[in-house]
T-cell receptor
Framework: KAGVTQTPRYLIKTRGQQVTLSCSPI?????VSWYQQTPGQGLQFLFE???????NKGNFPGRFSGRQFSNSRSEMNVSTLELGDSALYLC?????????????FGSGTQLSVL | AQSVSQHNHHVILSEAASLELGCNYS??????LFWYVQYPGQHLQLLLK??????LVKGIKGFEAEFIKSKFSFNLRKPSVQWSDTAEYFC??????????????FGQGTTLQVKP
């Protein structure tokens, strides 16, 4: 079956703009998590959605937001982009998001903020 | 706050050498432990996981890890590495408790380079 699909693969934006990233989970998976990966900070948890509800949130400013649709697809939005938002944004899915479940990761969206 | 520390940032080995990557976590309660691997140009994928039971767990491609609760450690091992093991390795933890669904705390990662 198809894996986790993230679009677009690459994005270039300028400071102050906003951006929306998309994630389609594996069929049947209802939990979607988002992570930010940077060389300095590594992988950091942004938030997790299940059945269109945000269940869990990391320590990121309110400029980072997300949503999940009824088909489990998820989007994350970053408003008023800053240079420090340049990163690889990874989406991961699992059936329920429970602690003993393995996460399936997408290839990520590489965001560059100029 | 929970945290994960990986001891080595960059490891270079020759083929057939033995590998051990260190991982320590800080959390006093019950945890699930994972090692994920990211091969060049590929997405993150699970190498192995520990939830309970036998503290020595075996994963794919000949990797194994040992959970030592008293040391808060979950070190990854492989007796003989191959060139194809060149990748970045991440140790990760999630902790039992409310509000932790879908949330992994990752270490900084260890880049393994295997020379043929």
């Amino acid at each position: 079956k198809a894996g986790v699909t993230q679009t677009p693969r690459y994005l270039i934006k300028t400071r102050g703009q906003q951006v929306t990233l998309s994630c389609s989970p594996i069929s049947g998976h209802r939990s979607v998590s988002w992570y930010q990966q940077t060389p300095g900070q590594g992988l950091q948890f942004l938030f997790e959605y299940f059945s269109e509800t945000q269940r869990n949130k990391g320590n990121f400013p309110g400029r980072f937001s997300g949503r999940q649709f009824s088909n489990s697809r998820s989007e994350m939005n970053v408003s008023t982009l800053e240079l420090g938002d340049s990163a690889l944004y990874l989406c991961a899915s699992s059936r329920t998001g429970e602690l003993d479940e393995k996460l399936f990761f997408g290839s990520g969206t590489q965001l560059s903020v100029l | 706050a929970q945290s994960v520390s990986q001891h080595n940032h960059h490891v270079i080995l020759s083929e057939a050498a033995s590998l051990e990557l260190g991982c320590n976590y800080s959390y006093g309660g019950t945890v699930n432990l994972f090692w994920y691997v990211q091969y060049p140009g590929q997405h993150l994928q699970l190498l192995l996981k520990y939830f309970s039971g036998d503290p020595l767990v075996k994963g794919i491609k000949g990797f194994e890890a040992e959970f030592i609760k008293s040391k808060f450690s979950f070190n990854l091992r492989k007796p003989s590495v191959q060139w194809s093991d060149t990748a970045e390795y991440f140790c990760a933890v999630n902790a039992y408790g409310s509000g932790n669904t879908g949330k992994l705390i990752f270490g900084q990662g260890t880049t393994l380079q295997v020379k043929p």
